[in-house]
């Protein structure tokens, strides 16, 4: 492809970085309609989309930086789990306790549910967090054994 088109380093990652920005705002203005839980889904979702901005921009920066990279790859995948875990949660399976949709907003029964329900979303983040790390520290492991340097 750089044959047809040749680009500088890093012109890639401003690209997405760009493409980012445009869902960073989508979102951003999508979320000042929702309220309660879902508004703090959201609001946690703009947080991951405004990490992957600044993790694209870095790699624009420093194309050849292993660390930013593997950053960016781990806050494009925190934000894809994140749309799951969303969905799952509001609208399937896993709705907290108090809370139920109604018609098509979240509505929790007390302050209490509703705040259970965030610190339930904490929790979530942070399993998924914890996941992605595991999963790209045993990768890491896997791959410096297999094709590392002694």
């Not at 890093?10 to 839980?37: N, P, R």
């Not at 508004?39 to 993790?55: A, D, F, K, P, W």
């Not at 509001?90 to 329900?117: E, F, K, N």
């Amino acid at each position: 492809m750089f044959r047809f088109l040749p680009l500088p380093e890093g012109a890639l990652c401003l690209i997405a970085a760009t493409a980012f920005c445009a869902e960073y705002l989508l979102f951003y203005f999508h979320s000042t309609s929702h309220k309660g839980l879902e508004g703090y889904y959201h609001l946690i979702l703009v947080l991951l989309i405004g990490l992957c901005v600044v993790s694209s921009v870095a790699g624009a920066l420093l194309p050849t930086s292993f660390p930013v990279d593997l950053t960016n790859g781990i806050a494009i995948t925190l934000q894809g789990l994140w749309f799951y875990q969303t969905a799952f949660s509001l609208y399937g399976p896993m709705m907290p306790d108090g809370c139920q949709l109604t018609g098509d907003q979240i509505a929790c029964g007390s302050a209490a549910s509703r705040v259970r329900g965030e610190l339930l979303a904490n929790f979530q983040l942070f399993s998924l967090v914890l996941g992605v790390l595991v999963a790209v520290v045993v990768s890491y492991g896997y791959a410096a054994s297999r094709h590392g340097r002694s």
